[in-house]
């Protein structure tokens, strides 16, 4: 099977992504007035160059009413999937080993369509066919997210890639080594003080970030021969020609200008409503480098504050944390913006205890006298600012834990838990109440394994054994902690600390469950 360029020969890295889930998505159409697709009663999902499916496996797992379906031209990454479809007991996922030109045409039509990363790493020939793939494939209403490195963020990087890329192809070896030799290269004429880097200090720093990436990761982010970057203007044109029209994009906040674009540049977006204009614009004042663009086929578009109720209805609103405080503050890249006031404060104090609908949440005692509009202004303004979070289904308030015995109920979160203890990366494990994964530190995993299979007894010494099993040493200041006592004295408090604060938020989101001992 032709790679046409792509690196084959070896593994992309393990990841999931939140944005790829269909909550995600449904949210992002409904807050740009675009009705998306119902799931309740079941759907169709399609991933196009999965890699190792991560994302596709843990959205299947949180979505059993939904039939998933994933593309990858490796073999090797089709194999890592079976095996994490058969440990993980999922019957409604697949994935198999095609190129995208020879996708057979009776896999029929899907709610969703998804492909992280992959439209830039790929000739414009594979492009057309994604294209093609995406016109045939996508139900009328569906809703396609793609994600691309962006123009004008690329701009000082581009000449990184080619610096990588072009020394990359002298060496000898794997690519494993050439990727490695090429870095080191990159290093040394850096701290040289290269004309370029000189002339460029975010891209010396931007060096920095690089030694701390996976070599399997920058192989393919910067090796693949027909690496692109893109203004939107150019990715919009080319769904166009697939008749897709722009919906929105993620994160949440990036469908507000004014999160992401300083006041003096905002004139703009109150005097234009073509969006194409605004997305390119936006981008230039916030420099974007990367971009998750939601497409459309056939949208069904929604002009009225009333109709978008019913959009939303099928999706939950609660709280994000239980700590939070307002004013709530956060800087999401250029701008910092603060929520404060008394109907955010009602908000708060309602989902930290519920979760709810938007008409549930319109019909609410406490807000029955505010404006519908400026509920709904609220609601969507949190979600952005990290305030809110969106679910598919009700989340329960956290319940006390005390003479009850936790068990992970998810035959797949076992399985993750299992198989990728200690491995340096975050575990996503999947929640079926929120329709999609949850990610915490691989030690936190480690320490979530130990309950599940044996409860409190003895855990700081089972946790112990199993970091020495992994040779893994825990850090403090950056330097590895070799005296015993601290050692276990870090253990037992971030034990402590696991089940007194994660584990309640866990409980709540399905992730563990209790039995009454």
Sequence with gaps: ?????????????????????????????????????????????????????????????????????????????????EKDISSGGLTNVKAITSDFLNLSKDIGTFDFLTLHGVFSWVSPEVREQILTVAKKHLAPGGLLLVSYNAMPGWAHLQPIRGILRQYAALRQGDTTQRIRDALNYLV??????????????????????????DLRYLAHEYLNEHWTSFYFSEVASMFGTAEMSFVGSLPVH????????????????????????????KDFCANTAFRWDIYSKQPQVIESSEARINLVDGLYFRSSRHDLKLPHQVNLGVVTSTVQGPLYETLLSILSQETLTLSQLLSHQQLIENASADVIRAIDAGVAMGLFEVSANAVPPTTATAQRELFVPLLFNQSVLK???????????????????????????????????????HLVERVIARLADSKRSLQKDGEPVSDKATHQKMVEQACAQFIKTSLPQMSRLGIVEYRST
Excluded at 3 to 23: C, E, K, Q, V
Excluded at 193 to 198: G, L, N, W
Excluded at 420 to 426: A, E, H, I, K, Q
């Design 419 to 457: 198989n990728d203890l200690l491995s340096g990366r975050p575990v996503s494990l999947a929640s079926v109440k929120t329709g999609t994964g949850h990610s915490l530190g691989d030690f936190d995993a480690a320490i979530l394994h130990e309950l599940n299979e044996a409860g409190e007894t």
């Design 254 to 281: 990036t469908n507000f200008w004014d999160l992401c674009v300083r006041p003096e540049f905002q004139d703009l977006f109150r005097t234009t409503s073509n969006r194409l204009v605004t997305e390119s614009h």
């Design 1 to 81: 099977m032709a790679s046409a360029g792509y690196i084959t020969d070896l593994d992309y890295i393990p990841g999931f992504y939140p944005h790829m889930a269909p909550t995600a998505m449904r949210y992002a159409a409904s807050l740009n007035r675009v009705m998306p697709p119902t799931t309740a009663d079941g759907f169709r999902y399609l991933e196009l160059g999965c890699g190792l499916g991560r994302s596709l496996t843990t959205l299947a797992a949180a979505n059993p009413q939904g039939e998933f379906l994933g593309v990858d031209i490796n073999p090797s990454h089709i194999e890592s999937i």
């Design 188 to 213: 040394f004429i850096r701290d040289k003080k290269a004309k370029y880097f000189e002339d460029n200090p975010r891209a010396a720093a931007y060096v920095d970030g690089l030694l701390k990436q």
